[in-house]
């Protein structure tokens, strides 16, 4: 049963990588009343409206393990709350410093924006830098960008 689900994984930013988690507690009786009360295969777990199944029994009867539903991580939207018509930015990209820079038609800095030009997506950082070169974390997930500040698909 559980070797159709990929095992939880984190790394040492504290987040899930995509995939399908299934999550195991165990609920027991304590020590003193484990020799007068037995959880039955009728009791039932539930979180957050959620029934819980039995997966199998503490082998002294004392205990229940239970397993979640299958939660999935998947491929995320880049914007969390996408607009369903989104405008492309109007602006120019500009150099200076030694960095790119994403200015609006308005004249103002782009910080911490998603851009999109034709088929691929930009990012410019909370400094107004365009991100090239590297890989970030954003919303709990790695976004990497080629030299030319090109998100990596």
């Known amino acids: 049963m559980h070797e159709q689900y ?3 994984r984190s790394d040492d930013k504290d987040y899930f990588s995509e995939g399908q988690y299934r999550y195991e507690v165990l609920v027991y ?3 003193k009343y484990q020799y007068t ?4 295969e009728e009791i039932k777990l539930f979180v957050d409206g959620k029934e819980w199944t039995i997966d199998e ?3 002294n009867g004392s205990g229940r393990y239970f ?3 299958v939660f999935t991580i998947g491929d995320e939207p880049i914007d969390p709350n996408p607009d369903p018509n989104p405008e492309e930015p109007k602006g120019t990209w500009k150099t200076k410093w030694g960095a790119t820079y994403y200015e609006t038609e308005d004249g103002r800095l782009t910080k911490s924006t998603w851009i999109t030009v034709g088929i691929d997506k930009y990012y ?6 365009l991100a090239k ?3 970030i974390l954003k919303w709990g997930k790695r976004y990497t960008f080629d030299e030319n500040g090109v998100l990596v698909k």
């Open 6 to 8: 990929i095992p939880v």
């Open 29 to 31: 009786i304590d020590g």
């Open 37 to 40: 009360h037995e959880l039955s």
């Open 57 to 59: 029994k503490m082998s």
């Open 67 to 69: 397993l979640s539903p």
């Open 124 to 129: 410019t950082k909370s400094d107004g830098k």
């Open 133 to 135: 070169s590297e890989t």
